[in-house]
Antibody
Framework: EVQLVESGGGLVQPGRSLRLSCAAS????????IHWVRQPPGKGLEWVSG????????DYADSVTGRFTISRDNAKNSLYLQMNSLRPEDTALYYC??????????????WGQGTLVTVSS | EIVMTQSPATLSVSPGERATLSCRAS??????LAWYQQKPGQAPRLLIY???TRATGIPARFSGSGSGTDFTLTISSLQSEDFAVYYC??????????FGGGTKVEIK
């Protein structure tokens, strides 16, 4: 069974940092791209960042470029999101989501349950 | 960035009726479009990919159509479990993926 479990969320002051983790199981982690998607309370989904299986393809939403860094450790079946210079507008539930293995199929077939990040003084 | 616009924001439908949701892209995304369903307190679930292909386990009452810039998700006969928020997502502009703002399907 495919599982994605996020952790690392919490309450943090503006300007501070936080590191999110996503632990994967039930599939060959090395073979798939994994992304971060966030959802502010009561609002819609926003793509944040994505990283290919081999780390060769990486991108960020404009809203987080220069502040967030995505990485993965294939030996630990884990994805990370280092979030620096946090702002109140970064407050959201952060999901990690697995991209399908279908060639050209860059949509998400599995999602975690999310970890909540609250940026407030 | 490709902007995805969904309409309407809220759709009020009676159980058993048909629901038609729209998604428009600011530029062509070919057929590289997916639809997701999200219920309160749950993660999104993949419904449709490649604009019209149902994901594994998705009932036949869900259908998708369209290509280029205009897409439709149709739920032929709404069941109680279908009342939720639906999002479209383009994946033509890999790896920069974008979602629509969502359509909430509520009970009339």
């Amino acid at each position: 069974e495919v599982q994605l479990v996020e952790s690392g969320g919490g309450l943090v002051q503006p300007g501070r940092s936080l590191r999110l983790s996503c632990a994967a199981s039930g599939f060959t982690f090395d073979d798939y791209a994994i992304h971060w998607v966030r959802q502010p309370p009561g609002k819609g989904l926003e793509w944040v960042s994505g990283l290919s299986w081999n780390r060769h393809t990486i991108d960020y939403a404009d809203s987080v470029t220069g502040r967030f860094t995505i990485s993965r450790d294939n030996a630990k079946n884990s994805l990370y999101l280092q979030m620096n210079s946090l702002r109140p507008e970064d407050t959201a539930l952060y999901y990690c989501a697995k991209v399908t293995g279908v060639p050209g199929g860059y949509y998400f077939d599995y999602w975690g349950q999310g970890t909540l990040v609250t940026v407030s003084s | 960035e490709i902007v995805m616009t969904q309409s309407p924001a809220t759709l009020s439908v009676s159980p058993g009726e048909r629901a038609t949701l729209s998604c428009r892209a600011s530029q062509s995304v070919s057929s590289n479009l997916a639809w997701y369903q999200q219920k309160p307190g749950q993660a999104p679930r993949l419904l449709i990919y490649a604009a019209s292909t149902r994901a594994t386990g998705i009932p036949a009452r869900f259908s998708g159509s369209g290509s280029g810039t205009d897409f439709t998700l149709t739920i032929s006969s709404l069941q109680s479990e279908d009342f939720a928020v639906y999002y479209c997502q383009q994946y033509n502009n890999w790896p920069r993926l974008t979602f629509g703002g969502g359509t909430k399907v509520e009970i009339k």
